[in-house]
């Protein structure tokens, strides 16, 4: 294990090291493309290949480097190592809004997601890079168990008219805000009229999710609906895991017409 841990610490001390392994993984390279790419002299070079060549990490090949299994297997983790910790650092402040034990994924998985956070400067930032994603779109599914009734409806023309295909599933907490106030009653009123889907959810909903086209989108809002943050991801499985909660939720919900959308005090 020391030895291990020891090798762990000799890549991961040295961004340099790091970029050469990650280099030769991905394709094989000479002594000059290395000094060139890794902007060090020929002396360090030598050092930094022998230091790899000693631990079995990287061969050569006639005029050329290249990892080995155990060097490419040493660059993959790295690399995954690293972006995990970057996603740590950009999550820290919104962690708590964000409920991975409720959502089954993990924080790895949104390592090649983009964040954007709401601050004092652009409160609305999340809200203005959801309308972004939507203004193209063809296609958006979304969970709802917060609302808030102030935010964009940009894209509502494109969903009355048919441009932006849209099934919406709420809790009934959800359902309960849109309904007291009346531009929203009204919004849900005409996107049924529309042949929109819309259903009620009797289980608990953890996240505001959407998926638009082939992105995933988290709102990470407070107890109020306020977007504090939007976690935007195309991972692949991400998508996966989305789609299957939603068609689990949709499997479980119940359809609801226009006179759901009425006032409590009607």
């Given at each position: 294990?020391?030895?291990?841990?020891?090798?762990?610490?000799?890549l991961?001390?040295?961004p340099t090291?790091?970029?050469a392994v990650?280099l030769?993984a991905a394709?094989?390279?000479?002594r000059?493309e290395?000094?060139?790419?890794?902007?060090?002299s020929?002396?360090t070079?030598?050092?930094l290949?022998r230091?790899?060549e000693?631990r079995?990490?990287?061969?050569?090949?006639?005029?050329?480097?290249?990892?080995t299994?155990?060097g490419t297997a040493?660059?993959?983790?790295?690399?995954q190592?690293?972006?995990?910790?970057?996603?740590?650092?950009?999550?820290r402040?919104?962690?708590q809004?964000?409920p991975f034990?409720?959502l089954g994924i993990e924080?790895?998985?949104?390592?090649?997601a983009r964040i954007t956070?709401?601050?004092?400067?652009d409160?609305?930032?999340?809200?203005?890079?959801?309308?972004?994603?939507?203004?193209?779109?063809?296609?958006t599914r979304i969970?709802?168990h917060v609302i808030d009734p102030n935010a964009s409806?940009s894209?509502y023309?494109?969903?009355?008219?048919?441009?932006?295909?849209?099934?919406i599933?709420?809790t009934h907490d959800?359902i309960?805000?849109v309904?007291?106030?009346p531009?929203?009653r009204?919004r849900?009123q005409d996107?049924?009229?529309?042949?929109?889907?819309?259903?009620r959810?009797?289980?608990?909903?953890?996240i505001?999710?959407?998926?638009?086209?082939e992105?995933?989108?988290?709102?990470?809002t407070?107890d109020n609906g306020l977007?504090?943050a939007?976690?935007?991801?195309?991972?692949?499985?991400?998508r996966?895991?989305?789609?299957?909660?939603f068609?689990g939720?949709?499997?479980e919900?119940?359809p609801?017409?226009r006179?759901?959308?009425t006032?409590?005090?009607?």
């Amino acid at each position: 294990m020391n030895e291990a841990f020891e090798d762990l610490q000799f890549l991961a001390r040295s961004p340099t090291r790091i970029r050469a392994v990650k280099l030769l993984a991905a394709t094989p390279r000479n002594r000059d493309e290395l000094v060139d790419e890794l902007d060090i002299s020929r002396a360090t070079l030598s050092r930094l290949l022998r230091q790899l060549e000693d631990r079995d990490w990287i061969r050569r090949d006639k005029e050329r480097y290249t990892t080995t299994r155990f060097g490419t297997a040493m660059a993959t983790d790295i690399t995954q190592l690293l972006e995990t910790a970057t996603t740590i650092r950009q999550l820290r402040g919104i962690v708590q809004y964000l409920p991975f034990d409720d959502l089954g994924i993990e924080i790895h998985q949104l390592n090649d997601a983009r964040i954007t956070e709401a601050t004092s400067a652009d409160p609305v930032a999340p809200a203005r890079r959801v309308g972004q994603v939507l203004d193209s779109a063809e296609r958006t599914r979304i969970l709802k168990h917060v609302i808030d009734p102030n935010a964009s409806r940009s894209q509502y023309g494109a969903v009355i008219d048919g441009t932006l295909q849209t099934e919406i599933i709420l809790t009934h907490d959800a359902i309960t805000t849109v309904c007291e106030y009346p531009d929203s009653r009204q919004r849900y009123q005409d996107m049924i009229a529309n042949d929109v889907g819309v259903y009620r959810c009797d289980d608990t909903i953890p996240i505001n999710l959407k998926i638009v086209d082939e992105t995933v989108l988290f709102s990470l809002t407070d107890d109020n609906g306020l977007v504090l943050a939007l976690i935007e991801s195309d991972d692949e499985d991400v998508r996966s895991w989305a789609t299957d909660l939603f068609n689990g939720y949709r499997d479980e919900a119940t359809p609801v017409g226009r006179e759901t959308f009425t006032s409590h005090r009607e």
